[in-house]
């Protein structure tokens, strides 16, 4: 799962995707409320960071919380293998 600025896509990808130089960001979304925050650095090393996950069904925002720092999405669409994220704060 990739993010970028203010705008986030998400799908459900089992594959490994290729190193990318210079911070492709993933996130690993389990059921259980754990999210993973994978950062793949400047030298193709990841650095994985866990954190926690919430969902409000009502205003449909989803917040990631990794390393004491809340980030909130607004979900945009939703399909079976796809997630379409806009950063809230």
């Known amino acids: 799962?990739?993010?970028?600025?203010?705008?986030?896509?998400?799908?459900?990808n089992t594959e490994k995707l290729t190193p990318k130089r210079g911070g492709r960001?993933?996130?690993?979304i389990k059921e259980n409320g754990d999210v993973?925050?994978?950062?793949?650095g400047s030298n193709d090393m990841p650095i994985k960071e866990?954190?926690?996950w919430s969902f409000n069904s009502k205003e449909q925002l989803l917040t990631f919380v990794i390393k004491d720092v809340e980030t909130t999405y607004k979900v945009q669409s939703?399909?079976?293998?796809?997630?379409?994220?806009k950063l809230v704060k």
């Open 1 to 12: 799962m990739e993010k970028a600025d203010s705008v986030c896509t998400f799908t459900n």
């Open 36 to 40: 993973f925050e994978i950062i793949t």
């Open 50 to 52: 866990k954190g926690v």
């Open 25 to 28: 960001t993933h996130y690993d």
């Open 78 to 85: 939703l399909t079976n293998d796809k997630l379409d994220l």
